[in-house]
């Protein structure tokens, strides 16, 4: 589970019966992935994310709610390092990837990159063709054989559904796919280096509902072998694919907790204020 | 009131039109007054062998344009072979590598750099470039050379050239959407393979525009070019040879012997070829880069 180190207090303060998901959760609770530790980011001289505390765990979707300007993608971009591209940005703390700190002097970005598969809010192709789109990592990655690289293209092709549409024309560009089928190649992309984690940010918002059906199921499916975690700003999704969840306000965790429990109890007026509606 | 407003725009609309048109006139208004002037020495002498004589004795009545073709093309050839890595290698570093502070450094000098005046390379390049290529370069590989050559041309012609080019190139490296250069990183890869992979490819239309939009600047550069190759009426065999592009044929001589009709119609032509040269480079450039693009329509 998620869990802010407050949110643990009061874990134990009210004991729940055990079910199969407080079994779960304490499965869980030994197997934090991704761990964060007093995380602060600042731009320029704003503080952006405010002393980060999280767990997430493995092999289930966590997703990450709340109004807009929030910090939701700053804080999804520091789980890939992809600040370090942004020389403003000036980040505290410690974020634990499989019990190493990926902020630690000496440790690589391509390495912690190449564990994240990142899904952006909008569909971006590269300047290539699909099978080139899909086959870009192994390659970058140092795949050279060609058979190799075709199973792995293929693979995710199918992975994702976009191969019995797009079997004719792999070798076309992709911008004559539709918006959801381009998110589906971005996917299927992502996929293809092999990562541990799936990072999604608000992946389904530039689509249409029957897209956004299909990028939910994937990412169902994807929990079996991945942890995801996903940002949105879509209530009704997170409610819908979430097994955890992060409500932040203002750079600041409110409150975590597992999906039903966190929609059907808030514990914070917050949070409680936030899921009614009240401000957005 | 409305009537007016209307009327108003209708007038503007057809005011800015005839303004256009009246612009593209004068491209045409050049190339036939120079046909015309040509004409005298296209009718007294067969124009193919105007062309193609490398027989340049005006006051014989000889005036074979070929040196002057091939120099022209010549110098401005090797300009943008130099010319081209340095420009792209500096848009690249500068867009991709450069801190905010170094980008804002180098983009007003690039630009103070495009605004110097060519004369002032001219005479850079017979003080530096010139006993460079007579002293150093030239010796290692032929006799005897003056060091006002062809390859001297080139390399100021390179010089002059390479600002425009950098500053055409990083808009066009700009242009590329952060979200794609974005992707590629995020999947793990280099700056580098995202350079080589991603930008590059994304921006090769581009690249190619700039090509030729410098080419066109440098067939007809003058005086820079005029004061360092040597003005001599051959066809050029190597780089270290004397050469006299059609500017310079021009610049140098229109004026002086306008007593003798034949010879000023000769420089009529000059002008007029090198214009054909621009037009014409121009035309199969935007050709080929329609081709390009349709080729590379990924996204």
Known sequence: MIFANQHLETLTVNPVKE?????????????????????????????????????????????????????????????????????????????????????????????????????????????????????????????????????????????????????????????????????????????????????????????????????????????????????????????????????????????????????????????????????? | MRKIRFVKDITARHFMLGIAIFTILFLLVIGFSLFFKALPIMKEKNLWVLLTSANWKPFKGDFGFLPYIISTLYVSLIAIIIALPFSILTSIFLNSYASRSIRRFFEPVVDLLSGIPPVIYGVWGTLTIVPLISNKIAPKFVDFSTGYTVL??????????????????????????????????????????????????????????????????AFGETMAVLMVCGNIAQIPHSFFDACYPLPALIANNYGEMLSMPSYESALMLAAFLLFIIVVLFNGISRFTLNQIEKKYQFS
């Open chain 2, 152 to 217: 001297a041309g080139g390399i100021v012609l390179a010089i002059m050239i390479i600002p425009l080019l950098i500053s055409i190139m990083t808009e066009v490296f700009r242009s590329i959407p952060r979200e794609m250069t974005d992707a590629s990183l995020s999947m793990g890869a280099t700056k580098w393979q995202t350079v080589k992979k991603v930008i590059l490819r994304k921006s090769f239309p581009g690249i190619i525009a700039a090509t030729v939009l410098a080419l066109s600047r």
């Open chain 1, 19 to 280: 079910t199969n998901r407080t079994v779960l959760l304490k499965k869980v609770m030994n197997n934090h992935t991704i761990r964060i530790e007093n995380l602060d980011v600042y731009i320029e001289d704003q503080h952006i994310l405010k002393d980060i505390n999280l767990a997430v765990p493995e092999k289930s979707i966590t997703c990450i709610i709340g109004p807009s300007g929030c910090g939701k993608t700053t804080f999804l971009k520091t789980l890939n390092r992809m600040h370090d591209e942004t020389p403003e940005v000036k980040i505290k703390g410690r974020v634990y990837v499989d019990d190493l700190n990926i902020y630690d002097k000496g440790v690589n970005v391509i390495d912690t990159r190449k564990k994240m598969g990142l899904l952006a809010q909008r569909p971006c192709p590269l300047p290539m063709s699909i099978f080139d789109n899909v086959a870009y990592g192994p390659r970058i990655h140092g795949i050279k054989k060609r058979k190799a690289i075709n199973q792995t293209v293929i693979q995710y092709l199918q992975y994702v559904g976009l191969w019995d549409e797009v079997r004719g024309r792999v070798r076309s560009s992709p911008s004559r796919l539709s918006i959801g089928q381009q998110q589906r190649l971005c996917l299927a992309r992502g996929l293809a280096i092999e990562p541990e984690y799936i990072l999604g940010d608000e992946a389904t918002s530039s689509l249409d509902p029957l897209s956004t059906k299909k990028i939910e199921e994937l990412f169902i499916k994807l929990k079996e072998k991945y942890t995801v975690i996903l940002v949105t700003h879509t209530l009704r999704q997170a409610r819908r694919i979430a097994d955890y969840i992060v409500f932040m306000y203002l750079g600041k965790i409110v409150e975590t907790g597992p999906t039903e429990e966190f929609f059907n109890n808030p514990k914070k007026q917050l949070t409680r204020e936030y899921l009614s509606g009240s401000f957005s």
